[in-house]
């Protein structure tokens, strides 16, 4: 038994040693455990020198986004074509010729619509690009932009486009003119 009381307080006096002179370089800063390579906190000191690229990922997501908007329609455009209907009305309500009616009830808001989509679709081209072009311009990063926002931050850009041609399109009465009065018979 005293072999085992032995070499437990050999064991005990060992770590004590180890833990005094473990607090000893701890405050003459010295120490260089094995624990400081763990990161113990979870962040990581190289997240705020190398950007996350989250936010390229965002701006592709929401060009995608704003194109899809631009081609199918918002609340937005809904609103302002009806507004530019009802000012239609109120115009022509004392009596107008048909071409007229037809202008400011239908034409107005048709234009109105093709605009607002316009807008959509010019945020969509803008935001896409900025996706593109962002990693080109500060701190260069040593991880290239993924595949993934690349391929939605251009599919960004040619919804885009896209919205942009059929809106002006829409616009100037390019795709479907405005209907015409026959004289009554």
């Known amino acids: 038994m005293s072999d085992v009381s032995g070499a437990e307080e050999v064991v005990t006096k060992k770590a004590a040693a180890e833990d ?3 607090d000893l370089d701890k405050v003459t ?6 624990n400081e390579d763990e990161d113990l906190d979870g962040l990581d000191d190289d997240s705020a020198k190398e950007p996350s690229g ?27 074509a009806e507004r530019e209907t009802l000012i239609g ?44 072009v962002r990693p080109a311009f500060g701190v260069p990063s040593a991880q290239p932009q993924p595949g993934w926002v690349r391929a939605v931050a251009t599919a960004g850009i040619a ?27």
Do not use: R
């Not at 800063?29 to 094995?34: F, K, Y």
């Not at 004392?94 to 234009?111: F, K, L, N, R």
């Open 54 to 80: 989250l936010g390229a990922a965002a701006a592709a997501v929401v060009a995608a986004g704003l194109g899809v908007v631009a081609l199918t329609g918002s609340w937005t455009g809904k609103v302002a």
């Open 89 to 132: 009305q109120i115009k022509t309500s004392g009596g107008g010729t048909a071409a007229q009616q037809i202008s400011e009830i239908y034409g107005d808001a048709w234009h109105s619509t093709a605009l607002v989509n316009g807008l959509f679709a010019l945020l969509a081209l803008l935001v896409g690009i900025f996706a593109l």
């Open 159 to 185: 919804l885009g486009v896209l919205g942009l041609l059929i809106s002006v399109g829409m616009y100037f009465d390019l795709i479907v003119a405005l209907p015409t009065a026959t004289a009554a018979q």
């Open 20 to 22: 005094a002179s473990y």
């Open 29 to 34: 800063g010295d120490a260089v455990t094995e």
